[in-house]
């Protein structure tokens, strides 16, 4: 059996690391003990072979339906049979000391014949554990690694795997707990399952209800902050951009990436995100993370950050699994780490600004910032990556330069507005240079647009962000210009590329789909530029290609009508969350006008 569809795909979550279930009821995906670890389940990436956990009707398909308890992170998955109804609730207990992976399944009237396959495969499906019994199932051990799996029904070995078959009638309830631990360590008590159930139903029904999130749009946007939540790594307020690898851009193509680090770029997104919604101790773990990253010399600065702000996040590929509908290489690492990106300074800054106007950011943050716009004085006028991350040639791109832009502006209004102290004439001379430049070099005056680099005529759909970050008005004449360039010549079905590969020699072969956040950022753009009926329409599409149970990919393939990329995206989230809250307040605000937090 292949994976499944990516979009058939929900989260489970601990706070630590994540579980992919499918609507099939196979846990294809599970990293232990953290996000980044190598994974124990690995079928999402290869055959059942490399690791997964199947719980469902003997001989049964795809579930019937599935959805999330509630404001919870809680997956509840049903199967409708010719002899009666199932349900198996999948989730992560809050993790205090040890990992736990909780399945319970019910019988809700008749009596269903079920069928348990667990197959532990560790380190990406490569090891097979030595598996010996215990007195309510079986501990499996490989290296460093060790699995206590936990039934109330026998299990038994078969062709290396663990099965188990049983009967289910309404009323009855069999629970299964897997639990991770070093496998030098003393063996810890597995969770029970249904006082497990309670706490972590208590967990996020109150995390969910201190949301100031209200509006027409309220459930998408909650259930994108429980997604974000889900993907912290409570430890250091880390985000991960997403809790898998090298799902593709291309079925079948190259452009398969690891995002399980943290991004310095999401930092503005997600406290945005978080505060705008009322949740102001994860913004200021998240803010508190980043400080920590990017301390250190600032010509130093990474463009990602592993889950604890570790900086090295070496490249390479498991040529043994033959990746999601044949996409290979699967890689664990990312090389981009590697990268001169030059927005991220304006990223990081900007970030800054924005928790300091409503949290506070600390003397230190501020000692940082001084320290990065004082290289990034020096090297602004260097090309670089960008913030598609392209492993072609570097290049002057418009985006980086108007992110250098904003680091310097974000630095002014801190000096200006709290007193804090630097060279305020030193960076006004600064940010009006940079101004300039980009207006000479990145504005293509003939066509009335922005250009994704100097000297180019190619579009970027991060010109978008143009007023976004307070460059130009929304409805500068520049601006509009822009959008309806996009709109033209950058769009598929209507919806946002980010750039065309062919045409920006971006260092890779084949394509890609439509970046679903960048057309979130069309959305934004256009309650700017005054056409709310567009944007709302937009808006309404982009929330029709989530999943049955509200999640995005990074990205969404018009033609075969499908996501793309990996799953859950941070990045699409955040952009959801951003403009919902845009459409409530009629306008398209930039981070230097913040939105205000609390209901109406």
């Known amino acids: 059996m292949s994976a499944a569809r990516i979009e058939d795909y929900a989260l489970i979550g601990d706070l630590h690391t994540a579980a992919m279930v499918s609507a099939n009821g196979s846990i294809d995906w599970l990293c232990l003990p953290r996000f980044d670890s190598p994974a124990c389940f690995a079928a999402l990436l290869d055959t059942d072979a490399a690791g997964r956990w199947r719980i469902a009707p003997q001989d049964a398909g795809r579930s019937t339906r599935r959805r999330y308890r509630g ?289 506070g950011a600390g003397d230190d943050a501020w000692n940082v910032q001084r320290a990065l716009v004082d290289h990034l004085a020096d090297h602004w006028q260097e090309p670089d990556n960008g913030l598609w991350e392209m492993r072609g040639p570097r290049r002057h791109f418009t985006h980086s330069k108007v992110m250098a832009w904003v680091a310097v502006d974000r630095m002014i209004d801190g000096a200006q507005q709290f007193g804090l102290p630097g060279p305020v004439r030193r960076w006004e001379r600064l940010r009006a240079e940079i101004r300039r430049d980009i207006l000479a070099n990145g504005f293509d005056q003939k066509r009335n647009t922005f250009v994704q680099a100097y000297g180019s005529k190619d579009l970027d759909a991060s010109l978008l962000l143009i007023p976004r970050v307070g460059f130009l008005p929304p409805d500068d004449r520049r601006v509009i210009g822009t959008i309806e360039a996009i709109q033209r010549d950058l769009t598929e079905d209507g919806l946002v590329l980010r750039y065309k590969p062919q045409a920006s020699d971006d260092g890779l072969p084949g394509g890609e789909g439509v970046f679903l956040a960048c057309s979130f950022w069309l959305v934004d753009a256009l309650i700017g530029a005054g056409r709310r009926d567009e944007a709302e329409a937009l808006f309404t599409r982009l929330l029709a290609l989530r999943n049955d149970v509200g999640l995005l990919s990074e990205e969404w393939d018009p033609h075969a009508a499908r996501q793309l990329g990996n799953m859950p995206q941070a990045y699409s989230h955040f952009a959801l969350i951003r403009s919902a809250f845009h459409l409530l307040s009629g306008a398209a605000t930039t981070t230097q006008d913040r939105i205000p937090i609390g209901k109406e």
């Open 71 to 359: 404001d919870t992170l809680i997956l509840e998955t049903e199967w409708e049979t010719a002899d009666g109804l199932v349900r198996v609730t999948d989730f992560m207990p809050v993790r205090d000391r040890a990992a736990d992976l909780v399945r319970i399944v019910e019988g809700v009237s008749g009596r269903v014949r079920m069928f348990s396959e667990l197959i532990l495969r560790f380190d990406y499906g490569r090891i097979v554990p030595w598996v010996t019994r215990t007195d309510r199932g079986i501990r499996a051990v490989a290296g460093p690694d060790a699995i206590l799996i936990s039934a109330d029904v026998p299990m038994e070995g078969r062709d290396l795997s663990t099965v188990a078959a049983f009967d289910v009638e309404a009323g009855d309830c069999v629970t299964f707990t897997l639990t991770w631990y070093p496998s030098h360590a003393d063996q810890p008590e597995p969770a029970d399952p249904e006082a497990a159930l309670a706490a972590t139903e208590l967990f996020w029904t109150r995390w969910s209800d201190r949301s100031t999130a209200y509006g027409p749009h309220t459930d998408a946007i909650q259930r994108s902050l429980i997604t974000l939540k889900a993907l912290t790594y409570l430890p250091t307020g880390g985000i991960v951009a997403a809790p898998t690898t090298s799902l593709p851009e291309q079925p079948g193509g190259p452009r398969n990436w690891d995002y399980r680090f943290c991004w310095l770029r999401d930092a503005t997104l997600a406290l945005q995100s978080l505060l705008t919604a009322g949740y102001t101790d994860e913004a200021a773990a998240w803010r508190d993370w980043l400080v920590r990253a990017v301390a250190g010399d600032p010509a130093d600065l990474r463009i990602m950050y592993g889950l604890d702000g570790r900086r090295r996040l070496p490249e390479e590929t498991l040529d043994w699994l033959s990746g999601y509908e044949n996409s290979t290489p699967v890689r664990v690492g990312n090389a981009a780490s590697e990268q001169l990106q030059l927005d991220v300074w304006g990223e990081v800054l900007d970030g800054l600004s924005l928790t300091r106007s409503t949290i």
